[in-house]
């Protein structure tokens, strides 16, 4: 055969390979079945003819999508050891092996092959384990657990110090919602605990030169009149007195008065009667 001849070999599926002549793998023909085998040479003459395979002891192992075009096409034969696989990948899921289109689990490495043919492999995952850590503010670790990626936890309430509050805890510096942990990465998840002071009220310290009045500490005497209402009722006493003295000064300035016209006039009365006698005493003629 020229070796610039071209060899096309399809299988009962249709599946076409096309191959150099002299390139030919012995590990084309996988598959029991009937090969369809076309011949063309450098000049365009060509010839066909079929080839029959039976108990083939090779296998091919293909992958589903989206991993077909990155790991390829593996050819094992029966009776090959630790045979392995490659790695599909997957963010946050751990790999544990392939299952076949026909419900076969086959292993990451495959101890012995026995079987042949072509299979088309799909892998099956498992969560990864991821560290969940709970801190103080000081980064002094409180209590840790693990859970698997994807899931959700609910973050417990700490051990509170005598004197502080538990305000919840934050996780990259923003406070948790519904104490829920979304296990969304592969890395470890740390949450930090807000405890605040509890705030105590002291009563006011009196001044020291203002000393403290112990009436004003026991309880209000209700028959007591406030401190504002006795200034007023002493101060209106005051008035009246004050009136009531004034009155009784003018009352005796008038009668005094009113005694000392009295005189007066007794005075005059008898002044006038004094001279009326000295009017009516006869004369000298009047004697004779």
Do not use: C
Not at 97 to 109: F, H, R, W
């Amino acid at each position: 055969m020229d070796p610039y001849s071209i060899v096309i070999i399809k299988d009962e599926e249709g599946n076409a390979s096309v191959f150099m002549k002299g390139d030919i793998p012995d590990k084309t023909f996988v598959n029991s079945g009937i090969y369809d085998v076309s011949v063309v040479n450098r000049v365009g003459n060509s010839f066909d003819l079929s080839i029959k395979v039976v108990g083939s002891n090779y296998a091919s192992l293909s992958f589903d999508e989206p991993y077909a075009d990155k790991l390829g096409t593996v050819i094992v034969k029966k009776g090959d050891q630790n045979v392995e696989l490659p790695m599909a990948e997957r963010y946050g899921y751990e790999l544990k092996g392939y299952l076949s289109d026909d419900g076969e689990k086959i292993p990451l490495v495959i101890p012995e092959v026995d079987f042949s043919g072509t299979k088309i492999l799909s892998p099956y995952w498992e969560p990864k384990d991821v560290s969940i850590e709970f801190r103080d503010e000081d980064g002094n670790l409180i209590n840790s657990v693990s859970a698997k990626y994807g899931s959700k936890v609910t973050a417990e309430n700490p051990d509170i110090p005598k004197g502080y509050v538990f305000a919840g805890w934050q996780i990259n510096g923003q406070p948790l919602e519904d104490n829920t942990i979304n296990v969304n990465k592969e890395d470890t998840v740390t949450l930090v605990a807000d405890f605040e002071p509890v705030e105590v009220e002291t009563p006011e310290e009196q001044p020291e030169d203002e000393p403290v009045d112990d009436k004003a500490l026991e309880p209000a005497d209700n028959n007591v009149l406030p401190d504002g209402i006795m200034v007023y009722v002493i101060i209106a006493l005051v008035g009246l007195l004050l009136i009531t003295w004034i009155g009784i000064g003018i009352g005796r300035s008038a009668r005094k008065r009113k005694a000392r016209k009295e005189r007066q006039n007794i005075a005059h009365a008898i002044d006038d009667t004094k001279t009326t006698i000295v009017d009516t005493e006869p004369g000298e003629d009047e004697k004779e």
